[in-house]
């Protein structure tokens, strides 16, 4: 594989997008390079000079192009931009009080374990006070049969 130009990730590719797309075949496995800018993506051929082709994001590279080797210089680059996506979604939870954050972690188990969106609003308190009784009902019932399972393996 050629050296890439300044800025550009070397990357060995098949194309499982459709046929045509700026010349590809499907199953065809190509040298590209690529390069990450603010919000957008290229993806140009090495050997010719080709347009480059823009994706908004990895995700959409990922659904034409399966990655067959990458240069260790863009793995590290996700790896930051990862890290930065995590630090921005808990910026927020830091300003919280410790009884707002214990709340919040609350909602979030009832919805991810349970099924139950407690923070929704609804028309009632009573309907709210249900709903939290069913999903802490759920949970007590889920925790029983993990009991149950333990007590089990230790006879």
Known sequence: MADAPYGFVNITAKFIGADGSMGFKNGQIYDLWMMKKPKVIYISRQDMNATAIPYESMKAVR???????????????????????????????????????????????????????????????????????????????QCMDDMREKDGERK
């Not at 910026?91 to 919280?96: A, K, S, V």
């Not at 139950?116 to 308190?125: N, S």
């Open 63 to 141: 659904k034409n192009w399966e990655m067959l080797n990458t240069d260790t210089r863009w793995k590290v680059y996700e790896l930051q931009e990862q890290e930065k996506k995590r630090i921005e979604l808990v910026q927020p939870l830091l300003q919280l009080s410790d009884e707002e954050l214990a709340v919040a972690v609350m909602y979030a188990t009832y919805y991810l374990k349970y099924g139950e969106d407690v923070t929704k609003k609804l028309e009632t308190a009573t309907q709210n006070a249900r709903m939290i009784c069913e999903a802490e009902k759920r949970g007590y019932a």
